[in-house]
């Protein structure tokens, strides 16, 4: 009993430890992966709301494409006038243009707004929203992707906390018989 008990006064500081350094790396690595989904979308939010600024128009901006955003990994367009109405989209959910909320928008009026948006169960879409002088360009990409990784640093972690766990505590009972060993022949 005194070993256990001497065991878990030495295992328990190494239990917090290393929970709270497991923690902190997958929440470090998790918004990494979260941000890094956002890359594409800021890149053309900037470049269409420029093109649009200096007179492009919205159908050249947007293109012909029809992008499923519930099923593709590619980047859809959709482009609001100043009133929040929907001019012109690259993407459709259910055949109708994807519309963020309202509050998005508002919320991009001084610039950018970079949001996580889930329009439906089961989709979750990354989007930069960028103002330009007659509305907004919102950039958006599905990001189940980006959740299968995420997924799989969650596993990978608890595996990894779970090893360490038990190497710590195999570790501690080794050194405390080691120990009592070596003080019992003196």
């Not at 269409?48 to 099923?71: C, F, M, P, W, Y």
């Not at 009133?83 to 109708?96: H, R």
């Not at 596993?155 to 018989?177: H, P, Q, R, Y």
Request: aromatic share 6%.
């Amino acid at each position: 009993m005194k070993l256990f008990l001497k065991t878990v006064k030495i295992w328990l500081p190494l239990v917090v430890i290393v929970t709270l350094l497991s923690g902190l790396i997958y929440v470090v690595a998790q918004q990494m992966y979260r941000q890094s989904a956002n890359d594409p979308q800021i890149q053309m939010a900037e470049d269409i709301a420029k093109h649009l600024d200096s007179g492009q128009s919205v159908n050249s901006a947007v293109g012909t494409e029809n992008v499923d955003i519930r099923n593709s990994l590619s980047t859809y367009i959709t482009i609001y006038d100043s009133s929040y109405k929907v001019v012109a989209s690259s993407g459709n959910l259910e055949g109708q243009a994807p519309t963020v909320p309202t509050g998005v928008l508002e919320n991009a009026k001084d610039g950018v707004n970079r949001v996580t948006w889930q329009p439906e169960e089961g989709v979750r879409v990354a989007t930069v929203t960028q103002k330009y002088k007659d509305g907004f360009v919102t950039v958006g990409r599905n990001m189940k992707e980006i959740e299968v990784r995420v997924d799989n640093l969650g596993k990978t972690m608890l595996l990894g906390w779970f090893v360490t766990m038990v190497a710590s505590l195999i570790a501690v009972i080794a050194c405390e018989v080691v120990y009592n060993r070596l003080t019992v022949r003196k």
